[in-house]
C-alpha cells in the first residue's frame, strides 16, 4: 500500500517537473499594420512592475507599445505596408528600487541615468514582398529632456523610442 503512494507521489513530481521544463510559447501583439513577437520576455533587462501582478503588467506594456508603435507607422508605411517585429530585449526608462517596507512594493527611479532601451529585429512587408529589414539596438540618451504633449501617459518614453526610430530610421528608406 506504501508503495502506491510512493509512485503516486514520484508521478506527480516528474509531472510537474515536466511541466516547469516545457518553454512558454512567445507573446505576440498585434495591432492594425504592427505585429510585434516578444521574445523570451522573462530575460529581458528590466521590465519590472512594482504593484500589479508581473504577467498583467507585461500584457499591458506589451499591448500598449504595439497600440502606440501602429500609430506612428500608419503614418509612416505606404498603404499596403505591415511592420512584423521580434523584440529581443526592453529596459524601460528608470530602474526599480527597494522600500525596505516604506511601500508594499519597490519604486520605479526615473533619471537621466537609467534611459530606455530597445533590441529588435524587424522588416516591413508589402504583401508577401519584404521592402527592407534590418536588427536594431535603440537607446534615448536624452528622453528627460523632450518637450512632450505625452506627460504622464504610460510607458511615454518607451514610445517616444520607437517613434522616433520609426520617423528617422524606417521613413528615409521608404
Not at 66 to 74: F, R, V
Not at 120 to 130: A, L, M, P, Q, R
Amino acid at each position: 500500500m506504501n508503495v502506491k503512494y510512493l509512485l503516486l507521489a514520484s508521478a506527480l513530481t516528474c509531472q510537474v517537473a515536466l511541466a516547469e521544463d516545457a518553454p512558454e510559447p512567445n507573446p505576440q501583439t498585434e495591432v492594425g499594420v504592427v505585429k510585434i513577437e516578444w521574445q523570451n520576455p522573462k530575460e529581458f533587462r528590466d521590465i519590472k512592475t512594482s504593484a500589479e501582478l508581473q504577467s498583467r503588467f507585461e500584457n499591458r506594456l506589451f499591448e500598449t507599445l504595439t497600440k502606440n508603435i501602429n500609430k506612428q507607422a500608419e503614418k509612416t508605411l505606404k498603404p499596403g505596408q505591415t511592420l512584423h517585429m521580434q523584440v529581443t530585449d526592453i529596459d524601460l526608462a528608470g530602474d526599480m528600487r527597494p522600500t525596505f517596507g516604506a511601500t508594499p512594493g519597490d519604486l520605479r527611479i526615473v533619471k537621466d541615468l537609467y534611459p530606455p532601451r530597445a533590441t529588435f529585429s524587424y522588416s516591413v512587408k508589402e504583401g508577401d514582398n519584404v521592402v527592407i529589414a534590418g536588427d536594431e539596438k535603440i537607446t534615448d540618451m536624452s528622453f528627460m529632456h523632450h518637450s512632450s504633449r505625452m506627460r504622464d501617459r504610460p510607458f511615454q518614453y518607451e514610445t517616444r523610442l520607437f517613434v522616433e526610430w520609426l520617423q528617422k530610421t524606417v521613413e528615409p528608406q521608404l
